[in-house]
């Protein structure tokens, strides 16, 4: 008598079981949007990329001295972190803003904002950092010669560590409520970052960061191409063409 | 009850069997804290209780905080087995690049199962060998390493890849301006640096004022590989990843203290067929910018030569090796003040930067002055940068970091004039090249 009660009730347990798995992965996925095509935004990823590989029973043969081969999986992490995809840039702002008027975008302040990692958006006023411009004027130039693949790569690398560095610096600010907004064309959760002494402070330091990597010339040129950026007028709506 | 009875027997006994783990440590990198480093190992190896270690490595004896490879064998304080420790230093970038990139990028280290490379060394209280003993097997072993010092922050590297701990920094590295034996320039300005290394050459008179100085000076250093070449590109504003145009010397005498043939470094660090005193290693690969002047020297010891000559008069070749002409040369480069203090020695000359010049180190030679100290610790002088003592990722507990804490923490008693202790500075900078500011505002 006994068995078949078990059986029944392990059955709805294990069911339960996948129901919940599959409700939690597909909440995931809608908390976790495509990246799109916009100055501004960016993941804000919850892991690393390249964080650790494992156990951290990497020791060396003592008699040999070789080098395990689950270490050799860094060289792997690496090439992923190679064919890692930054946000895209090249969206100007004229048509970003275009595409805002179009569709204004519904935001709302969310105290309960949830746990899962939100696609971050820069807030208009927000001054991009110099490597941003550098990356937006080399898309905008595709006939440029082209940059050795460390340099792109490093290039790539400051945005995608901007962006982390931000999720970090949002994720320590517990008295701010975050202020979150649907995309108006997929409908997913944004949260967009707003200027303050926390993001300031992060966006100067990959300035100087940009400074070293590539000189004062282009720093000084991008430093002022952003600030211009972030104080150029909002078009007024008659000035915005219409479809 | 007597399985679990048997369970608990086999687990207790377990935990209490004591763990006698050997443990081999690999470290690789900058040549900056080389000495640093291996005074503290040594000291290290010498508190143990019952110190019982060989060493041995490639310098004369006495001399093994010099050595480019080091092997230390025995107990270790702190380690319940044996320590092995292998030491090999290439380069900063090179030493970042080792640790995130195995195997392709795996040191060699001498080969510790050889036994031939402990030849001499006693059982009980320790022993040195060195490459002047007969028979001295020096077998390498490739590995990736554990430990990587660098100049320069991994940031500044293509190699941005994570690494432990949260702060990697075991000091501070000084460097200065410099050049050669009987060169008139005395101070070198950011602009200075900039217009010298866009070009490869600048007037003398633009760093003399002297209208006059009608003859040349110029651009050396090393090639990108090097964590030195990074914190001056940095710091001067020139940018890291930005190439530049320099000069090798390929030919000196060392009878008359003279450079004799110098070059723009050639693509590939070698022309077609080489010419004398060339080197492949000197081309620049870390940017995938192996470009004519862009190349450098693989290392601060064939630099150190150069500075310290004379160059009266000097035929200068372009990249394919065509004679320009033969003039006089004064050479200028930005070195650690360690390295400078060897060139000093040899006749080269210490430069100010940016107006301030460490002066009583020319003086000495032995440790940094109070008034040096201060225009360092201060921010007058920025010509310094942090040397950040890195782990693998993958090691965040066990003997490995313990051996990794151990070195570090010794470190800062045993700096002579490598640099100076994060501790005594009142000034930071976030970034490589970046803005000094006080830590007390």
Request: glycine share 8%.
């Amino acid at each position: 008598m006994k068995t078949p009660v078990l059986i029944v009730f392990g059955s709805i347990l294990l069911c339960g079981t996948i129901a919940w798995v599959l409700l939690v992965s597909a909440r995931l996925d809608e908390a976790a949007p495509p990246e799109r095509s916009n100055l501004r935004t960016g993941r804000a990823p919850g892991n690393h990329p390249l964080s650790d590989p494992g156990p951290s029973e990497n020791l060396k043969n003592p008699a040999s001295g070789a080098t395990p081969d689950h270490v050799a999986s860094l060289k792997e992490n690496r090439k992923s972190m190679d064919n890692m995809t930054p946000p895209q840039i090249g969206a100007s702002r004229p048509a970003r803003r275009e595409g805002k008027q179009k569709q204004p975008t519904n935001q709302v302040v969310r105290p309960d904002a949830p746990a899962a990692p939100l696609a971050i958006r820069l807030a208009d006023d927000f001054r991009l950092p110099a490597s941003f411009m550098a990356m937006a004027a080399r898309q905008s130039k595709p006939e440029a010669t082209p940059v050795p693949m460390p340099v792109a790569t490093v290039s790539e690398q400051l945005i995608t560590e901007f962006y982390q560095s931000i999720a970090r610096e949002l994720s320590t600010e517990e008295n701010s409520e975050p202020v979150v907004e649907t995309d108006p064309v997929t409908g997913d959760l944004t949260q967009v970052v707003q200027p303050n002494q926390g993001s300031e402070r992060i966006t100067k330091q990959f300035d100087e960061r940009y400074r070293a990597m590539f000189g004062d010339t282009a720093y000084s040129y991008h430093l002022i191409r952003s600030a211009i950026e972030k104080t150029l007028p909002l078009p007024s709506p008659s000035s915005v063409p219409q479809d | 009850m007597k399985n679990k009875a048997l369970i608990f027997g086999v687990t207790a006994a377990t935990l209490i069997t004591p763990a006698f783990a050997d443990v081999i440590v690999d470290i690789t990198g900058a040549t900056a804290f080389r000495a640093a480093c291996l005074t503290s190992i040594k000291a290290s190896f010498d508190a143990a209780p019952s110190a019982s270690y060989q060493f041995a490595h490639n310098k004369a004896e006495g001399d093994v905080i010099n050595s480019d490879n080091s092997l230390w064998v025995g107990k270790f304080p702190g380690i319940t087995g044996t320590t092995t420790i292998r030491c090999t230093f290439n380069g900063s970038v090179q030493g970042i690049r080792a640790l995130v990139d195995s195997p392709a990028q795996n040191p060699s280290f001498y080969d510790n199962t050889n036994a031939g490379n402990l030849i001499t060394a006693a059982s009980s209280t320790g022993g040195e060998t060195h490459k002047d003993t007969a028979n001295f097997a020096k077998a390498f072993v490739t590995a990736q390493a554990e430990i990587a010092f660098s100049d320069v922050a991994a940031s500044s590297t293509p190699f941005s890849a994570p690494l432990q701990p949260a702060d990697p920094a075991a000091g501070v590295v000084v460097f200065t301006m410099l050049t050669n034996q009987g060169s008139s320039v005395a101070n070198v300005t950011t602009q200075n640096f900039r217009a010298l290394f866009g070009l490869g050459k600048a007037p003398l008179s633009q760093f003399t004022g002297d209208p006059a100085n009608s003859t040349f000076v110029y651009a050396v250093g090393r090639n990108d590989g090097s964590g030195t070449r990074t914190a001056y590109l940095a710091e001067t504003g020139f940018g890291i990843a930005n190439p530049v145009v320099q000069y090798i010397v390929n030919e000196g005498n060392a009878g008359t203290d003279e450079n004799t043939v110098m070059q723009v470094a050639p693509v590939g660090g070698v022309n077609v067929p080489a010419l004398n005193g060339q080197d492949s290693r000197n081309k620049s690969t870390v940017w995938g910018q192996d470009q004519a002047g862009n190349g450098g020297y693989n290392s601060g010891s064939g630099l150190v030569t150069a500075m310290g000559r004379k160059g009266t008069s000097v035929q200068i070749l372009d990249e394919d090796g065509g004679t320009i002409g033969t003039n006089r040369a004064d050479l200028v480069t930005w070195i650690s003040l360690n390295d400078a203090i060897t060139a000093r020695d040899a006749g080269a000359v210490f430069c100010a930067y940016n107006g301030y010049k460490l002066n009583d180190v020319a003086v000495s030679g032995t440790t940094m002055s109070a008034a040096d100290l201060g225009k360092v610790t201060h921010g007058a002088y920025t010509a310094w940068s942090y040397q950040q003592m890195y782990r693998r990722n993958d090691l965040t507990s066990g003997d490995v970091v313990s051996v990794y804490n151990t070195i570090k923490a010794a470190i800062q008693g045993n700096l002579a004039t490598a640099g100076v202790p994060v501790t005594s500075m009142a000034v930071s900078r976030d970034v490589d090249g970046g803005v000094v500011g006080s830590t007390s505002l």
